[in-house]
């Protein structure tokens, strides 16, 4: 019997002012928030990706300061989906899988393409960039090396370990309510984020590997918390997920059931940062699916000036053309 997919539950980002004194301890310097929600949780969302070029340095201190066997997910640009709404991708994306994400190594989880509210269906400009998406770090960094003259001297190209690359759609406009948008999902092995909210669908189709979703609260956005039945009912559904089930509880785009397989991986992030509900959901939730990480964030190790980060802060560029 195959064993049962690995839950990764975190947050979406982990600096937020309003959250010292409740998450973060008060006298814990800013520059040691990853370091402590990274021993509190198994799973974080980079939110910085989504709204400009990072460095490789950056990503390399990130993957110093977190602990073994933890794992990062990244926002796609928006630059890619917002602003440009998919046309013209291609240089754009490679600079995007150049700027460095290579560096956090075996801690690189799935990357979020989220799209705007009023970006709708398009079979024709959601296909082509749905085939460009790379699956491996060696395709990722080939693509990569397409990048422009803006990324020379800071690439960083480097696909050693290689290992796979999930990828993962986050819609917000009814018209993706169709069988057609799941079966392309299907073809390029990409998940259809289960977004919960009341502000856009919550579609729960299974069209991958692994499932994705974010809970940005349910009854009010990026607000509302979850109280225990709703964090009962997640982990319910967490469990039948990465125990191979295609269908829960829930709304679906398409009758079709997915491909049976024994097990999925699962990742949940919460969303719900304003009222410092996140982090204690996120707590809840993973004790409640007995993830071993909640309860290890009371010392944190002393690795200010481990020569391990010292060294990610220097992290060279890789080839750049």
């Not at 198994?42 to 990072?54: K, P």
């Not at 999902?185 to 692994?210: G, H, I, N, Q």
């Amino acid at each position: 019997m195959s064993r049962p997919g690995a839950v990764r539950i975190g947050i979406s980002g982990w600096t937020y002012p309003p959250w010292r004194g409740v998450f973060y301890p008060a006298d814990l310097p800013q520059a040691r928030e990853l370091e402590f929600a990274s021993r509190a949780l198994n799973s974080i969302e980079i939110n910085g990706t989504f709204y400009s070029l990072q460095r490789p340095a950056s990503f390399a201190a990130w993957a110093a300061r977190t602990p073994e066997g933890f794992v990062f997910s990244l926002k796609g640009s928006r630059f890619i989906t917002h602003a440009l709404r998919l046309r013209r991708f291609e240089t754009p994306l490679a600079n995007f899988f150049a700027s460095g994400m290579l560096a956090l190594g075996m801690k690189l989880g799935p990357f979020l393409w989220q799209f705007p509210p009023n970006f709708q269906y398009d079979l024709q400009r959601i296909e082509p960039f749905l085939a460009a998406l790379p699956h491996d770090t060696e395709a990722l960094a080939a693509l990569a090396a397409q990048h422009d003259s803006r990324m020379r001297n800071r690439a960083f190209l480097d696909p050693a370990p290689k290992r796979r690359v999930r990828h993962a759609m986050e819609i917000r406009h009814e018209s993706f309510r169709s069988p057609e948008f799941i079966r392309l999902l299907r073809r390029y092995k990409v998940a259809l984020v289960c977004a919960d909210t009341v502000e856009w669908p919550r579609l729960m189709d299974v069209t991958s590997d692994f499932v994705y979703c974010r809970l940005h609260g349910s009854e009010e956005l990026y607000a509302s918390g979850y109280k225990p039945k709703a964090i009962e009912e997640w982990a319910r559904r967490i469990e039948q997920w990465r125990n191979g089930a295609g269908r829960v509880d829930g709304e679906y785009a398409s009758d079709r059931q997915p491909p049976k397989r024994l097990s999925r991986d699962v990742f949940v992030y919460f969303d719900n940062d304003r009222k410092v509900r996140a982090p204690r959901d996120a707590e809840s939730l993973s004790q409640r699916v007995g993830n071993s990480r909640i309860g290890t964030c009371s010392v944190l190790p002393n690795i200010a000036t481990d020569s391990k980060v010292r060294r990610a802060t220097r992290v060279g560029t890789g080839p750049s053309d």
